[in-house]
């Protein structure tokens, strides 16, 4: 069987140990695809599938940790990245579970459970209302995969440049106008802090600055759901090889944000203007901060982050940058749950 190559918002299931993983970024190794561990059977689990229970993990650390207890194989080091990866190796990929194929199969399903039927629902809502190409829109997370829950929010991928740009646009409206779709009110938006933000240090009144402006984030019929872009295949810069990242520590910067334009897609990406050097823990001192130029993350909780123009905090790992021996660069990273931040400063 020919692996292809699963992208973000796609989802792996193991042919052993019964393991679900969340695809990351759009490119891999020859030999196994970059994912993240989501669902993995537990006794006590709260999802059942095929009789099995499985319990869902958020937290990046623990999903490491889980991995070196019980399933370390599915644990690498990536020289290119210099990390250490998930990831699983193509002969145990049992399935890829991808958002357009599960929605085409929506479309056609006579008998839906709730998550699936408001998940359709607001598919064909955004088709309707913001344009969007059928081809072009797709339904992820664990109701894709069948390990829901009655409250499980609806995690929605726009695929296509250019596509997801004019939604942006168009989503504006939308948010305003509809009574079925709207964006988060303030006691909502609390509840959002506390469940995402809770621990980082990280003020209310600092998280809602960026926060309240968001539109890939909202209530459904009463739902959560979530919006992630993912840009043509023709935008994507280079393949796996072409990069490599080299770990230099960690750095708390000013920065000014000098174009924004990627900041709504997955994964995100700012370019910026180091203004001054707060705090480092770095490997060298040889650093020229004037060749730190970009913020990026993988993470959805930093997508549109920030504006042009727009003055920013930045703490996260500091990484240089080798795109195919030719061009190099520095990068802020955002990964860390807890200790990674972006926030505009007043």
């Known amino acids: 069987m020919r692996i292809v190559d699963p992208i973000e918002g796609d989802y792996i299931e193991t042919k052993k140990d019964n393991l679900f993983f969340d695809v990351k970024g759009l490119a891999h190794p020859e030999d196994r695809k970059i994912c993240f561990l989501r669902f993995y059977p537990h006794p006590e689990g709260d999802r059942i599938k095929s009789g099995i229970h499985f319990k869902k993990v958020y937290n990046i650390n623990e999903r490491y940790s889980i991995l070196r207890e019980k399933f370390p194989n599915y644990l690498f080091f990536s020289k290119e990245q210099d990390l250490e990866q998930q990831g699983v190796e193509n002969d145990k990929i049992k399935h890829i579970y991808t958002p357009r194929h599960f929605f085409k199969v929506l479309k056609e ?14 598919c064909n809502f955004f088709i ?3 344009e969007i190409p059928d081809n072009s829109i797709g339904i992820s997370g664990s109701t894709m995969v069948g390990l829901n829950k009655e409250d499980s929010d609806i995690d929605i991928i726009v695929y296509g440049t ?33 469940w995402r933000f809770g621990g980082s240090g990280i003020s209310f009144e600092d998280f809602m600055r960026s926060e309240k402006r968001k539109l890939h984030q909202g209530k459904f019929q009463g ?11 023709e935008d994507w810069k280079g393949s796996y090889y072409d990069y490599r990242y080299k770990n230099y520590g960690r750095l708390k910067v000013k920065a000014k944000i000098t174009e924004s334009r990627d900041a709504i897609f997955t994964p995100c990406s700012y370019k910026i203007k180091c203004l001054k050097v707060l705090d480092s823990q770095l490997i060298s001192n040889e650093i020229n901060f004037r060749n730190i130029n970009e913020i990026d993350s993988f993470r959805g909780r930093f997508c549109e982050q920030a504006k042009d123009g ?4 930045v703490e ?19 990964t860390d749950q807890i200790n990674d931040k972006m926030l505009i400063i007043k």
């Open 316 to 334: 996260g790992k500091l990484e240089k940058v080798n795109f195919q021996d030719e061009e190099e660069f520095f990068r802020i990273l955002l």
């Open 162 to 194: 250019k596509t997801s740009l004019k939604f942006q646009e168009r989503l504006k409206k939308i948010l305003i106008e509809s009574k079925n779709c709207r964006m988060y009110t303030l006691e909502e938006f609390r509840t959002h802090y506390n």
């Open 109 to 122: 399903k006579v008998i839906l459970n709730h998550n699936e039927k408001k998940s359709r629902e607001l």
């Open 223 to 233: 739902i959560d759901f979530f919006i992630r872009y993912i840009k043509s295949p």
């Open 128 to 130: 309707t209302r913001g």
């Open 310 to 313: 727009e003055t920013v905090l």
